[in-house]
């Protein structure tokens, strides 16, 4: 991970500029704030998701960031934000100092590479985002969103047992990362649970049957 | 870089070429007369790859030793889902690079497919990672290009999840309208416009008909209007309050 990358030795005492806690459901940064100015941020515990919010109030969930996340690995190097970030649950996150990234970037090459890595899984998971948005079944878009996060849980070793991973979020968050309304929500996780492919409750993922819970998203899926 | 959608009409070299102060072609060609990194090469090498009209020019997984930069033309980027279905993610415009993950990972994640008859520059990737990880300048022209297709992206999950059909087309039209006058190709209220509506449909994710609803409803309410391949824009200002 990038951050780990920026984080190695050698590497000055400083660069870590300074660090924040928020309890659950405190907004982080808004839309258009210049705190990235100062610096970068990683998510160090808890949960957060980043949002847009659209002028009437709309909000939609771009992505969730779990610890050891980049608010963004594209926007790194931006002065500002386009999105804002909210506690999911109580946080800390740091904030790295933008002169030692900066210097760092400049100076080591693989961290650079690692970066660019960062930002290509980063849009990837954009692109997997809307194209589950694209489609018209409810169950379908809540299975893609919770493999596609389970999958980072297990490629960053955050389980509870096999198959059953922790699970942060509210039926209304859940809605407002998948275009649904909290009741189409609750109809479409009765159904996964009713198909043994997954099932979300008592914060918790449990993945029932994870072949058949490919097999459904495969079916809607780019080539 | 040649320099319009007009070819026929314009003399080529990047010397003429409207898009040079946009993109990343800037970047490279400036600094790659000034030689920043070293001596070993005057420039970044190129190569150039004429694409009919509505032909895949990359194609979705391909491994690709060169980093394509659109020089005339428009395209979609684009992938095929395994229902048959498709959708375009965004669309490419003349002088903005295809995709800057590909600096860092040669396969491409979709197809990009022409709509109208274009020219790619290819810049060869294993130079251009040496030339960006010797430049700073180079790194963070790379970045911008890498945020602001992280922007677009999640603009678009943000229309699939939450905005209205209108809001969906009126904000891709302006996203357009926007990019051509940045580019000099808007001409008074008007603008070439080669998309068709099914293109439309794949890009915000509404059916063709419903996208020919909501253009019948935008002409009729004096917002804008697209005939033969042209748009007309008649409020601007309604359009963008509409837009969200």
């Known amino acids: 991970m990038i951050d780990r990358a920026l984080a190695r030795e050698p590497s000055p005492p400083n660069r870590i500029a300074q660090i924040f806690w928020r309890a659950g459901k405190d907004n982080v940064i808004r839309n258009g704030d210049k705190n990235y100015l100062s610096g970068p941020f990683v998510l160090c515990k808890g949960w957060a998701y980043r949002f847009y919010r659209l002028p009437d109030g709309r909000r939609q969930i771009l992505s969730v960031l779990i610890p050891g996340d980049l608010f963004s690995a594209a926007a790194l190097l931006a002065p500002d934000s386009d999105f804002s970030v909210q506690a999911a649950t109580d946080i800390e996150f740091c904030q790295l100092a933008h002169d030692d990234v900066r210097q760092n970037l400049a100076s080591e090459p693989a961290i650079r590479d690692a970066l660019g890595r960062s930002c290509s899984a980063e849009m990837d998971e954009a692109i997997s985002t809307s194209i589950a948005l694209n489609h018209s079944d409810a169950a379908l878009r809540i299975a893609s969103f919770a493999h596609r996060l389970t999958r980072r849980m297990l490629a960053r070793q955050i389980s509870i047992e096999a198959d059953v991973y922790p699970f942060h979020l509210t039926p209304v968050d859940i809605a407002d990362a998948t275009g649904l309304t909290p009741d189409d929500v609750n109809r479409a996780l009765q159904k996964l649970q009713q198909s043994s492919i997954l099932n979300i409750a008592s914060d918790r993922i449990t993945i029932i049957d994870a072949a058949k819970l490919d097999g459904f998203i495969g079916s809607y899926s780019t080539i | ?244």
């Open chain 2, 1 to 244: 870089m040649t320099a319009s959608i007009s070819p026929q009409k314009t003399k080529t070299g990047c010397a003429n070429c409207v898009m040079r102060g946009l993109g990343l072609c800037q970047v490279l060609l400036d600094l790659g007369e000034e030689k920043p990194w070293s001596n070993e090469w005057p420039v970044i090498s190129q190569e150039h790859r004429p694409t009919p009209a509505r032909r895949i020019a990359f194609r979705q997984g391909e491994i690709l030793d060169g980093i394509p930069v659109a020089c005339e033309g428009w395209a979609a980027r684009m992938v095929q889902i395994t229902n048959g279905r498709r959708q375009i993610l965004s669309f490419l415009l003349p002088g903005e690079i295809v995709t800057a993950a590909l600096v860092f990972d040669p396969q491409l994640r979709f197809s990009i497919e022409a709509v109208t008859r274009g020219c790619y520059r290819c810049f060869d990737r294993s130079q251009l990672r040496h030339a960006m990880f010797v430049s700073p300048a180079i790194f963070e022209r790379v970045m911008t290009a890498s945020n602001d297709e992280r922007k677009r992206a999640e603009q678009l999950i943000t229309d699939l999840g939450r905005r209205t059909a209108s809001e969906r087309v009126a904000r891709l039209i302006l996203d357009l309208w926007d990019r051509l006058g940045k580019a000099g190709l808007v001409d008074g209220d008007s603008v070439d416009f080669p998309l068709r509506q099914t293109h439309i449909a794949e890009a915000t994710g509404l059916t063709p008909v419903y996208v020919n609803k909501v253009l019948g409803e935008f002409r009729k309410n004096g917002l804008m209007t697209i005939t033969e391949r042209s748009l007309q824009m008649t409020d601007e200002t309604r359009l963008r309050r509409l837009a969200a």
